[in-house]
């Protein structure tokens, strides 16, 4: 999976002449955060690890995100249940998030490195769930619209496959809850996307006989898009675009708009 995938699921306008955006290359004295504000959910969850240690988790630290109001809210460090290997993160319950205000991030880790950083959730629409579909990839398309979304920087498709017991052995790795077929950024203009049921993605095909796709379609504010579009990896010595003060990774936001189920026509490939 690309990082962009394995990272959204943690499930982060710019106020840009507040950050700096000069590109950070990790190494010893390096944090790498990663957290997105998503305003569907009442729980933030945030990510901190070492560059230089391998991506392990950090404990132990101080992570606060303080709301626009001036109020500042303590995130607990926690492990997800129910997941195969697991890895702790920090979750700070927020309640409903304000729309296009900025909420700080500061992140302390023991030995005394901190990584800040400012993002806005764009204007919120009101979601639609679309209706369960069956498709047959031999005639059928996918045709998918949204409304605009005042303040974001793009807007981001995914079609997801759900993982279980019976397709975790073919497809995914131990540890992740979905598996991304298709993952990518439309610009702020584009409020539409035709999606064949025989389409390809990366030389594979989008959607295989008889199984079950979740589709969201989320509008992004600038941090996320600059992070994640540019396939940023924290882990290799390449610089980074990072709208985090002192550290590496994202701090931005995540407004998902649009989701259907998709449930293929036919039978599952063997394994």
Not at 28 to 35: I, L, W
Not at 65 to 83: I, K, N, Q, Y
Not at 124 to 150: F, G, I, K, N, Y
Request: a negative charge.
């Amino acid at each position: 999976m690309s990082s962009r995938a394995q990272w959204i699921v943690l499930a982060l306008s710019l106020v840009g002449g507040c950050l700096d955006h000069t590109p950070l290359g990790p190494g010893a004295d390096v944090v790498v955060v990663h957290a997105v504000l998503n305003p569907t959910t009442s729980v933030q969850h945030i990510d901190v690890r070492y560059a230089a240690r391998d991506g392990l988790p950090v404990h132990d630290a101080t992570v606060t995100l303080t709301a626009p109001d001036g109020s500042t809210h303590v995130a607990t460090e926690v492990t997800p249940t129910g997941r195969v290997n697991a890895l702790p993160r920090y979750d700070v319950a927020m309640g409903t998030l304000t729309v296009g205000m900025p909420y700080h991030l500061r992140v302390v880790t023991p030995d005394g490195l901190t990584a800040e950083g400012d993002a806005s959730v764009p204007a919120v629409p009101a979601p639609q769930t679309m209706t369960e579909r069956r498709l047959d990839p031999a005639t059928d398309t996918l045709r998918l619209s949204w409304p605009r979304v005042a303040g974001a920087r793009a807007y981001e498709v995914r079609i997801d496959l759900p993982l279980d017991s019976t397709y975790r052995p073919l497809v995914g790795t131990p540890g992740e809850d979905v598996y991304s077929v298709f993952n990518e950024f439309l610009a702020y203009v584009d409020t539409s996307l035709t999606i064949p049921g025989a389409a390809l993605y990366k030389d594979h095909p989008v959607f295989l006989p008889g199984m079950r796709y979740e589709v969201t379609v989320s509008a992004v504010d600038d941090h996320y898009y600059d992070y994640f579009a540019h396939q940023s990896d924290p882990y290799t010595t390449t610089p980074l675009p990072s709208s985090l003060r002192g550290g590496a990774g994202v701090f931005g936001a995540i407004v998902p708009i649009l989701r259907q189920t998709i449930v293929v026509a036919g039978n599952p490939p063997s394994r």
